[in-house]
Nanobody, 128 residues
Framework: QLQLVESGGGSVQPGGSLRLSCTAS????????VAWFRQAPGKEREGVSCLSRTSGATYYSDSVRGRFSISRDNAKNTVYLQMNNLKPEDTAVYYC?????????????????????WGQGTQVTVSS
C-alpha cells in the first residue's frame, strides 16, 4: 500500500507562508491523483486542493483559491502545498492523500474526502 509522509507544518503569523511536503514510498506517485485535506478542531475534514494524475488539472476550495498552490515533483515522488497569506482560519491538521481512480471520478471523491491513501497529518497553526 502507498505510504505518505507529510512535513513542513508549524506555527506562523497571519500573512505568513508555509510549504507542506508529502513524500510517497512503496509506489510511485505518477499513477495517482493527489490532494491535500485539512481538519480543524470540531470540524469535518475538508478538501483543500486536488491535482489530477493525468491532465494535471488542479482544483482549489473557495477558501484557499488564490493563496494556496499544489504541485508535484515526480522525480522526488513528492507533492507540495505552498500556502501564502495564511489566515487564522487556516489553522488545522493538514493531510496528504492519493487515489488511483480515474480522473473523471477523482473530483467527486475529493469533495467527499474519500481518497484511498492518507498520510498521518501535519499541524499548521496561524496565530499572532
Amino acid at each position: 500500500q502507498l505510504q505518505l509522509v507529510e512535513s513542513g507544518g508549524g506555527s506562523v503569523q497571519p500573512g505568513g507562508s508555509l510549504r507542506l511536503s508529502c513524500t510517497a514510498s512503496r509506489f510511485t506517485l505518477d499513477y495517482y491523483s493527489v490532494a491535500w485535506f485539512r481538519q480543524a478542531p470540531g470540524k469535518e475534514r475538508e478538501g483543500v486542493s486536488c491535482l489530477s494524475r493525468t491532465s494535471g488539472a488542479t482544483y482549489y476550495s473557495d477558501s484557499v483559491r488564490g493563496r494556496f498552490s499544489i504541485s508535484r515533483d515526480n522525480a522526488k515522488n513528492t507533492v507540495y502545498l505552498q500556502m501564502n497569506n495564511l489566515k487564522p482560519e487556516d489553522t488545522a491538521v493538514y493531510y496528504c492523500a492519493a487515489d488511483e481512480h480515474p480522473p473523471q471520478v477523482v473530483l467527486a471523491k475529493f469533495l467527499s474526502a474519500d481518497f484511498g491513501s492518507w498520510g498521518q497529518g501535519t499541524q499548521v497553526t496561524v496565530s499572532s
